[in-house]
């Protein structure tokens, strides 16, 4: 599975940014999926997963109530709003695959990898 990231960007604090992620084929579509991030110098952070039926979303307790993930199983997407971004947020964002259809915030369980998306926030 190929995944492709879209829609990072450059935004001043308080701004909204859409991420896309679309999967090379149908497989991610019974599997969960997650975005995770990493700052520079930072380890890779849990950010918001959801399995593969939707619905029963988990998020970092940092961005609870500004982001918001969905995926279209149709179109073997995953999408990331984020909402109210702050200079903390800034980070590569990217999009994992899970082996499993149940979500989890450990790396570990996710075997595929997009290349990331830059996001900026300035203040």
């Known amino acids: 599975v190929q995944l492709q990231a879209s829609g990072g960007g450059l935004v001043q604090a308080g701004g909204s940014l859409r991420l896309s992620c679309s999967a090379s084929?149908?497989?991610?579509?019974?599997?969960?999926m997650a975005w995770f991030r990493q700052a520079p110098g930072k380890e890779r952070e849990f950010v918001a997963s959801?399995?593969?039926?939707?619905?029963?979303?988990d998020y970092a307790d940092n961005v609870q109530g500004r982001f918001t993930i969905s995926r279209d199983n149709a179109k073997n997407t995953v999408y990331l709003h984020m909402n109210f971004l702050q200079p903390e947020d800034t980070a590569v964002y990217l999009c994992?695959?899970?082996?499993?259809?149940?979500?989890?915030?450990?790396?570990?369980?996710?075997?595929?990898w997009g290349q990331g998306t830059q996001v900026t926030v300035s203040s």
């Open positions: 084929r149908r497989t991610a579509s019974n599997n969960a």
């Open positions: 959801i399995p593969w039926r939707g619905g029963s979303t």
């Open positions: 994992a695959v899970s082996r499993h259809s149940y979500p989890s915030r450990a790396t570990s369980t996710y075997n595929y």
